[in-house]
């Protein structure tokens, strides 16, 4: 079978490498001329089903609990498992009872083992959760990697082209996210930093609580760390707003203060596609399968609906919706 993906983000990938994995000849198809600029590669990256069910409904949950495994046997030791920390400052401790509340998965952890999970930070914080089913990835470096690999076992890349030139494939996957034509999705601008900082070592993601301007850190290579957290609805791929630095920069200070001496290596924004319920969708209609709206969780995400993609794929009878998949039963959003 001879399958046409549009897009190389993270859908596209994920999609190319579930299809090529069950026999199919895969060519990709990005109006892009590499991978980056898309909103994967401005991701940080975080495999914490557990800690967006915070503010994300049941299936990211139910989706998400798969995606550490699927990014550990696609791409041998680039997952670190250390878990997700979520801390927030005395005057905040509200915050942190109302995140425990809305997700599981976690224990409570006090000053002293927050000294001992994060040294850097002991004494700063009295009170934390730990969920320690999570994960994290470089999603660069993933993307990357996935690409490499792909192209090593058959699969055609063509950058830089117009995909509606391409032509007698038997099925066709659209992930095209905002580019694609349906008037259901939204925009959804997420904006982050990339601070370098040798005076700051972190283990996991740490996630800062603040009622007004949350905060993740994750640490990569380099004694660099993705900083990010705004979600702002609007589809203008402009560069990072003055107000946005300022808050995660004053955030990111509030974390550790050795963050104020960082250098700053780079800023980046990138517009997620979204559906009204913030929730994914594969769909299909006759020969074409599209992969949507997944919204601040591309990399959590990406892996379930590959599979539900591949399946409509081999086992295409028709137009169906799949849209939430958990322990083997479909549901239509």
């Not at 696609?74 to 979520?86: F, I, K, S």
């Not at 580019?179 to 904006?191: I, M, P, Q």
Request: proline residues 5%; aromatic residues 6%; charged residues 25%.
């Amino acid at each position: 079978m001879r399958v046409l993906v549009k897009g190389a983000g993270i859908a596209g990938l994920t999609v190319a490498f579930e299809l090529a994995t069950r026999g199919a000849a895969v060519t990709v198809a990005e109006t892009r001329h590499g991978l980056g600029g898309n909103a994967s590669w401005f991701a940080g990256g975080m495999l914490a089903p557990w800690c967006e069910r915070e503010s994300a409904e049941q299936p990211v949950l139910d989706l998400g609990r798969v995606a550490a495994d699927w990014w550990d046997a696609a791409l041998p030791g680039q997952v670190t498992r250390a878990g997700t920390l979520v801390v927030a400052a005395p005057r905040d401790t509200g915050e942190l009872d109302r995140f425990a509340s809305r997700t599981s998965g976690h224990r409570r952890v006090d000053e002293d083992e927050i000294a001992l999970l994060e040294p850097d930070l002991a004494g700063r914080f009295r009170r934390g959760l730990l969920f320690t089913g999570e994960a994290h990835l470089d999603p660069r470096q993933a993307m990357a990697t996935l690409h490499e690999k792909l192209a090593a076992g058959g699969v055609e890349f063509h950058f830089g082209c117009d995909v509606r030139h391409f032509s007698g494939f038997d099925r066709q996957i659209d992930c095209t996210g905002m580019a694609a034509t349906d008037n259901r999705l939204r925009g959804v601008r997420g904006e982050m930093l990339i601070l370098r900082s040798p005076d700051v070592s972190l283990s996991r993601p740490v996630r800062l609580l603040h009622p007004r301007f949350p905060l993740y850190a994750v640490p990569r290579a380099d004694t660099q760390f993705m900083i990010g957290a705004t979600m702002i609805e609007s589809q203008s791929v402009g560069p990072v707003t003055a107000r946005s630095m300022i808050e995660l920069l004053g955030a990111a200070y509030s974390l550790h203060p050795a963050f104020g001496e960082a250098g700053i290596i780079e800023t980046g924004a990138g517009v997620r596609p979204a559906f009204p319920d913030n929730l994914p969708r594969v769909e299909a209609c006759e020969s074409t399968v599209a992969i949507n709206g997944l919204y601040r969780h591309g990399f959590l995400l990406a892996p379930a609906m590959a599979r539900q993609a591949a399946d409509l794929v081999f086992n295409q009878d028709g137009t169906k919706e799949l849209t939430h998949e958990t322990d083997g039963q479909r549901r239509s959003a």
